[in-house]
């Protein structure tokens, strides 16, 4: 089966700039979940979507957002570019992301990018 | 809120060393525990996880036991290799409502050398 694949792997933008990363989950899972992951702050999650829902939100400021399509797949969208936004993006995926936590979300390589 | 402490890296063993790297957390409810492993310039990796207290992760020789009255998930391996140079991650997921997330810890860089 078929990993967790993410588009592109890698970016370079400019301030100001927006930008689209794209996720593929693992056939059959429903629950996307976005993280990013700097040196400074670490992981931190970002948000999840189900169902072309989105069941969770992190701290992040409105300029990121996402979107599921109804084949699961993924986006997420990052308006107004600082560089601060540098970083590398992760998407993980789940059968359905309930379970009491229990299930196991599967990663993928991850969008690196970097903003000038 | 939920959080992860993870002992500050980087740790410096000689191949077949024996390894541990600290993890306690604090959580509502009742956590699933993880590790992940990040080798470079790639995502991350499921390792070993429990979802419940006293159960033990097990996979390719690492260890890590649920241990509820201490609040902790250390993971240990007998004998380290170069290949296991990599940043291993500890976390939690408890379900919110309908939905769970992942709360990492810090990250600890292991390098093995020869």
């Known amino acids: 089966k078929a990993g967790v694949t993410q588009t592109p792997r890698y970016l370079i933008k400019t301030r100001g700039q927006q930008v689209t990363l794209s996720c593929s989950p693992i056939?059959?899972?429903?629950?996307v979940s976005w993280y990013q992951q700097t040196p400074g702050q670490g992981l931190q999650f970002l948000f999840e979507?189900?169902?072309?829902?989105?069941?969770n939100k992190g701290n992040f400021p409105g300029r990121f957002s996402g979107r599921q399509f109804s084949n699961s797949r993924s986006e997420m969208n990052v308006s107004t570019l600082e560089l601060g936004d540098s970083a590398l993006y992760l998407c993980?995926?789940?059968?359905?992301?309930?379970?009491?936590?229990?299930?196991?979300?599967?990663f993928g390589p991850g969008t690196r990018l970097l903003v000038l | 809120g939920n959080s992860v402490t993870q002992m500050e890296g980087p740790v410096t063993l000689s191949e077949e060393a024996f390894l541990t790297i600290n993890c306690t957390y604090t959580a509502t409810g009742y956590p699933s525990l993880f590790w992940y492993v990040q080798y470079p310039g790639e995502g991350l990796q499921l390792l070993l996880k429990a979802t419940k207290a006293d159960d033990k992760g097990s996979n390719k020789g690492f260890e890590a036991t649920y241990r509820k009255e201490t609040t902790s998930f250390h993971l240990e391996k007998g004998s380290v290799q170069v290949s296991d140079s990599a940043v291993y991650f500890c976390a939690l997921s408890v379900r919110t409502g309908t939905a769970s997330k992942l709360t990492f810890g810090t990250g600890t860089r292991l390098q093995v050398t020869l």
């Open positions: 056939s059959g899972h429903r629950s």
């Open positions: 993980a995926s789940s059968l359905d992301g309930i379970a009491g936590g229990r299930e196991t979300q599967y």
């Open positions: 979507y189900f169902s072309e829902t989105q069941r």
